[in-house]
């Protein structure tokens, strides 16, 4: 079963813009991690944020978490076309943290 | 440093059959983790081996079954397959606990396909 839910499920749009995808989830968690998937391929990992911290930079990803309202954004800033992929939100739970429950995943296209 | 390898990385296999999918954990990496992802579909946990062990399962049936050896790498085995098991397979390792202090490293994955 699929623990978070993204938003949007696609998005489309031109190099040098923002990309902001959202992510909801169910349970208690003690950590939320996104990855990038390359056309069907494996995936990578970009970002962990703890269950106690609000918000994580890395490069121009910017992540934030609101375990009050069970859900987690990704910012990428100033896009490039490298950047067209998929993006799961990934949740570790406090009872099982080695097992990761995927999202549905964000389409994003960045267009040169 | 090497990253997670996997093998192979296509598969068709007719229903009914056995298949065996190989991953290599990164070095230093002492606990695999197994995937499923369906088409359109984001992973889907089916198992963890941490020291030749299993170590956590998701909500797969027992057909679905792995092994870890000691130089940490792994197989997964399915047995009777069926068409819904077409999927891209996915290996990720970590060192003890690490995946949840830093994440996972994925492999390029298996994709199967089951005619």
């Known amino acids: 079963s699929q623990q978070g839910e993204e938003d949007p499920q696609a998005l489309s749009i031109q190099e040098g813009e923002n990309a902001t995808m959202n992510c909801s989830y169910k349970?208690?968690?003690?950590?939320l991690q996104w990855y990038r998937q390359n056309s069907g391929r494996g995936l990578v990992h970009l970002i962990l944020?703890?269950?106690?911290?609000r918000e994580k930079h890395s490069g121009r990803l910017r992540v934030t978490l609101d375990t009050s309202k069970k859900s987690s954004s990704l910012l990428i800033t100033a896009s490039r076309a490298a950047d067209t992929a998929s993006y799961f939100c990934a949740t570790g739970l406090i009872s099982d943290t080695d097992k990761l429950i995927f999202g549905t995943g964000t389409r994003l296209q960045v267009f040169p | 440093e090497t990253g997670v390898t996997q093998s192979p990385t296509h598969l068709i296999k007719t229903r009914g059959q056995q298949v065996t999918l190989r991953c290599s954990s990164q070095?230093?990496?002492?606990?695999v983790s197994w995937y499923q992802q369906a088409l359109g579909q984001g992973p889907q946990f089916i198992f963890q081996y941490y020291r030749e062990e299993e170590n956590g399962r998701g909500n797969f049936p027992p057909r679905f079954s792995g092994l870890q050896f000691p130089n940490y790498s792994s197989e997964l085995n399915v047995n009777a397959l069926e068409l819904d098991d077409s999927a891209l397979y996915l290996c990720?390792?970590?060192?003890?606990?690490?995946?949840?202090?830093?994440?996972?490293?994925f492999g390029s994955g298996t994709r199967l396909t089951v005619v």
């Open positions: 349970t208690s968690i003690n950590n």
């Open positions: 990720a390792s970590s060192r003890p606990l690490g995946g949840s202090l830093y994440g996972y490293t």
């Open positions: 944020i703890r269950s106690n911290e």
């Open positions: 070095s230093g990496h002492n606990t």
